[in-house]
């Protein structure tokens, strides 16, 4: 399928092109869509595009020698997938990557790239900064799982949801499944299936897929109160803004 100028610029990556490079880029790309269940790529597969989701969600991930699927990332509409691959120069994919959910995926040849990419200086520079919130954000996995009980990770995670989708924190529905969710965090099912339920006495209650954050206060000290990072966090941010707001609205 084609792409069409106006949805390539959309891209927060592709924002900043001029009418030229725009349709350079046009010219040497195409979006191919990606079923739920369906894998974009797999681990081992031969590198032979870039990509940057357009609409949907995919799952990145490996399988560990006994068949269990470890969840390195869950990106969305506007994430680039393979850009640490592509800089690197990697021969053949380290992941696998599979549709959570029917997707539309930008894909750019890696040889044409590789070739151009220093004709678009601005691309290049947030690819590396993209590259770079990506190692940050990995950081941060690594000292929650060796900081914060199972209870501050799940409530860390839905508070980013709320952040990553908009949604109301007093009221949301789960995007992904519960499963995808345990594997993201790196936990078995029925650990995160049990934390959950331990999170009504922590303001946090959650029926089915429903999800209703009760006491914000409550749900921001459990999740921040053992992370380094938590002033530098886009989502600890975003609920105190809506905390003094609510208490400037007397709420």
């Not at 529905?173 to 934390?195: C, D, G, N, Q, V």
């Amino acid at each position: 399928m084609i792409i069409a100028l106006d949805t390539l610029r959309a891209l927060p990556l592709f924002s900043d092109l001029s009418q030229d490079e725009g349709a350079i880029l046009v010219r040497n790309s195409r979006i191919v869509t990606s079923k739920r269940g369906q894998y974009l790529f797999m681990h081992g597969d031969k590198i032979t595009h870039f990509y940057v989701i357009c609409r949907g969600a995919l799952q990145i991930f490996r399988e560990t020698p006994g068949g269990r699927e470890v969840t390195n990332d869950i990106l969305i509409a506007g994430d680039s997938v393979n850009a640490d691959e592509v800089v690197a120069r990697q021969a053949e994919h380290a992941m696998n990557a599979r549709a959570v959910e029917d997707c539309s995926v930008l894909e750019i040849p890696t040889a044409w790239m590789r070739e151009h990419l220093k004709d678009f200086d601005h691309i290049a520079e947030k690819l590396l900064a993209g590259i770079a919130d990506r190692l940050h954000s990995a950081q941060v996995d690594v000292e929650q799982l060796t900081t914060m009980s199972a209870a501050q990770m799940v409530a860390c995670y839905l508070q980013k949801l709320c952040v990553l989708y908009n949604f109301d924190p007093h009221g949301f529905e789960l995007p992904y499944t519960k499963a995808l969710i345990a594997s993201r965090l790196h936990m078995e099912k029925e650990t995160f299936s049990r934390t959950l339920q331990t999170l009504r006495d922590q303001g946090i209650m959650v029926t089915g897929a429903h999800v209703s954050i009760k006491d914000m206060r409550k749900a921001d000290n459990l999740a921040c109160a053992e992370c380094s990072m938590a002033e530098e966090c886009g989502a600890h941010r975003a609920l105190h803004e809506k905390l003094e707001k609510n208490v400037g609205h007397g709420a």
